[in-house]
């Protein structure tokens, strides 16, 4: 049985250690995938791009490093394929601009040149397009190309002077002119359209296997533009030909054709005979002037340019401590106080270029009078009803101004390096000058004094002539100031009026514990009466007597005459003239509160008070 097994089972069991040892040791596995890698990279490429997109990170990760450790590699690779593409390009560009300029150099300053200046004023048109017509033989303005097959527009160039419309359009149109003259003449398939003209351009075109070339030119194009177009045409069927057989709208692999396309964007321009021509001697002489007024200008300018230094160094506020030249240009440095006036505003009285001397200015305080009278108002900010002077070191204030001003300026002049002594007796302090209560806000604005608060009247009025002897002061308004005495008035008015007080059932008696609501009454009554004196205001306070509904009317008349009788023999009694007060009986009419219980009763005996006054 075993040997049964072996004859069956051997040659599976040796490959199977075969296998064994190709995974356990990886020189014999990598051997055999190095033999199958090429065959399976190419396989992957033709079926997808999924191995391009897996391959891609990998890629740019060897190519970084591979430029961070020697990018010298690199440059030699792509020198060889840059540096001609770059030369050609940047002397094809050279090139196109020297014959635009030589064209338009060569006929503006010429008969013909005037005659065509004339034409572009009558025509409203630029110069340069009027030479352009003129000298132009052909110019290619766009060139397309097309996929064959379904005619859509795979890439698209203009000239930078040409006025392009939707290249989509222009493709479609261009196809759908060559289907219609191959359905309407039963044209073969191979037949082809290769020119047609609309206005004054030309469309040239050229057919190919898979795509064709289709130039817009204006003028009379040579032949060997044919020539270009085919060898174009074939040097793109021959680089692009797997991505013109498998096109379906994707133009990106196409950008590598703009090169070519650039390359058919030709322009020819007549010639002139160069014995009919002067325009070479005119443009010589022109730049001999262009010399000549230089050398001259500059001639000038180095005769003005001491006398520009000379005058900035004279400058107060200015001090120049060193000159010097460079690219081209003069560089002065020195100090400068803000106040003084700026150098770039003196180069024009001197006709220098702006641009042709750059300052260098670090700052400093000049001790000019004028300078340092503006840097005083700026620290100081004086107002308008004060004068400051400063002269050799020395500070004069005068004027008048509020306390907080002259505080602040005191400790201003002890903190400037510049000032040596500072003086101030002429200054009136218009807060001490007024007495101002604490109750009265003061503010100057220009020469105009503001009060506004509150302030018994007769500071008011010793205010209002003060204020017209102040210095620097032109006005006083004290629209916004309140008379505190009227307050005042207002406030013992309605304390006396809003006073109740009450008395006994049938009597004439207060009722007891409103004692020291008397007082409080005889108190605010001396008041009014002082305040009424003080303003020159007649004051009579009416002491009106009241009664309850019990009893007759007669009777209650009566006894509220009785209380206020008694209530005025009270204030009398506290030293206050009875010639103050009148009495009224009012009896039980005005009740406050109906009679219908006894507190009612008791609200109802009482005796009110009225202040009339007047102005004499």
């Known amino acids: ?64 490093d591979s430029i961070q450790r020697d990018r010298q590699v690199f440059v030699d690779v792509l020198f060889p394929v840059m540096g001609p593409a770059l030369r050609k390009a940047i002397a094809t560009t050279i090139q196109g601009l020297i014959q635009n300029f030589n064209q338009i150099l060569e006929h503006s300053i010429s008969m013909k040149g005037l005659r065509w200046r004339l034409e572009a004023l009558r025509t409203r048109r630029p110069f340069a397009e009027v030479v352009l017509l003129h000298t132009l033989v052909y110019q290619v303005e766009q060139v397309f190309l097309i996929h064959r097959e379904s005619g859509l527009l795979i890439e698209h160039v203009v000239n930078t002077t040409a006025v392009a419309q939707n290249p989509d359009l222009v493709s479609g149109m261009l196809t759908a002119i060559k289907d219609f003259v191959q359905d309407s003449f039963g044209a073969a398939q191979e037949d082809t359209l290769d020119t047609f003209q609309v206005g004054g351009r030309k469309v040239w075109i050229e057919h190919g296997s898979y795509a064709m070339l289709a130039l817009v030119i204006s003028g009379n194009p040579s032949v060997h533009l044919q020539e270009m177009m085919r060898d174009a045409l074939d040097e793109i069927h021959v680089n692009q030909s797997q991505a013109l057989k498998s096109f379906g709208g994707d133009t990106e692999p ?22 009919k021509s ?64 700026e150098p770039s505003e003196l180069i024009g009285t001197f006709q220098l270029s702006p641009t042709s001397v750059v300052f260098h200015w670090e700052p400093y305080q000049s001790a000019f009078p004028e300078y340092a009278q503006q840097r005083i108002k700026k620290l100081f900010k004086p107002p308008a ?38 003086k101030d007796a002429e200054v009136v302090d218009i807060d001490a000058n007024l007495e101002r209560p604490d109750s009265v806000s003061l503010t100057l604005e220009e020469q105009t004094l503001y009060a506004s608060g509150s302030a018994p009247r007769q500071w008011i009025a010793r205010t209002r ?42 009597r004439n008696a207060l009722v007891p514990g409103q004692e020291h609501n008397l007082q409080v009454f005889i108190k605010t009554a001396q008041q009014l009466i002082a305040l009424a004196e003080l303003l020159d205001r007649p004051i009579q306070i009416d002491i009106v007597g009241h009664a309850d509904q019990n009893g007759d009317e007669a009777y209650n008349q009566v006894i509220s005459r009785r209380r206020a009788q ?51």
Request: proline share 5%.
């Open 1 to 64: 049985m075993e040997e049964l097994r072996n004859l069956i089972l051997g040659p599976a069991d040796q490959r199977l250690e075969r296998i064994q040892y190709q995974l356990d040791d990886p020189d014999p596995r990598a051997r055999d995938i190095s033999r199958v890698l090429s065959h399976a990279v190419s396989l992957g490429a033709s079926r997808d791009s999924q191995l391009a997109h897996a391959l891609q990170p990998l890629t740019a990760k060897a190519i970084r």
């Open 278 to 341: 002067y325009g070479l001697w005119i443009v010589i002489g022109v730049i001999f002037l262009l010399i000549g007024w230089g050398m001259f200008h500059w001639t000038a300018e180095q005769r003005r340019w001491p006398r520009f230094i000379d005058r900035l160094q004279n400058q107060p506020g200015i001090v120049v401590t060193g000159i010097n030249q460079q690219d081209g240009k003069h560089h002065v440095y020195g100090l400068k106080d803000p106040y003084a006036p």
């Open 465 to 506: 002539l003060a204020a017209q002897s102040l210095p620097g002061l032109t006005a006083y308004n004290d629209a916004q100031l309140v008379d505190a005495d009227l307050q005042t008035w207002e406030s013992l008015t309605q304390a006396i009026n809003s006073a109740v007080f009450y008395f006994e059932s049938g």
């Open 385 to 422: 009803s004060i004068a400051l002077v400063f002269d050799k070191g020395s500070l004069q204030a005068s004027g008048s101004a509020l306390h907080q001003w002259i505080v602040d300026s005191r400790r201003m002049a002890r903190i400037v390096p510049w000032i040596d002594q500072y």
């Open 566 to 616: 008694t209530f005025a023999d009270m204030l009398a009694g506290a030293d206050l003239a009875k010639t103050y007060f009148s009495v009224h009986a009012a009896g039980s009419e005005d009740a406050m509160q109906p009679d219908m219980d006894a507190d009612n009763h008791a609200v109802n005996r009482r005796v009110i008070f009225a202040v009339r006054s007047g102005t004499r």
């Open 254 to 275: 196409f950008e590598e054709t703009r090169p070519t396309l650039n390359g058919l964007l030709q322009v020819q321009f007549k010639t002139n005979d160069p014995k």
